[in-house]
């Protein structure tokens, strides 16, 4: 185990994020910032993950500083159609969990829009 993730964390890069996979709401998650925390950090966010999902597995990704969190809802049924529900600001946030979602988003760019909806 130790070695795939290492081998993950280089894929990826520094600094990284490491996210419990069962869970959500901030639970089992940690920022790596250097090689020599990994171990550590790892061992920190398996053990939230199981007392908090009864799942200790973890996936790396890398981690976006200074980003914003922006999501669109999609509704589809089941004959293949889709309708996207807009987007929404998550920005604000307090230890990985939402406090404010605003739509739509005043930083919203209609020329991503324009790209995503053709590719429904």
């Not at 490491?18 to 089992?28: P, Q």
């Not at 973890?58 to 529900?85: I, M, P, T, W």
Request: proline residues 3%; hydrophobic residues 40%.
């Amino acid at each position: 185990m130790v070695d795939e993730l290492v081998r993950a964390a280089t894929r990826v890069g520094y600094p990284l994020l490491l996210k419990a996979s069962a869970g959500g709401g901030g639970k089992g998650m940690r920022v790596v910032r250097e090689p020599r925390n990994l171990q550590r950090e790892y061992a920190a966010a398996s053990r939230e993950a199981a007392t908090s999902f009864g799942d200790g597995t973890v996936y790396v990704e890398r981690l976006l500083e200074k980003s914003r969190h922006v999501e669109v809802q999609v509704l589809c049924d089941s004959h293949g159609n889709a309708v996207h529900l807009f987007e929404r600001e998550c920005s604000i946030q307090r230890r990985h969990q939402k406090v404010v979602e605003e739509a739509p988003s005043p930083v919203w760019m209609k020329s991503l829009e324009l790209e995503w909806v053709k590719r429904l």
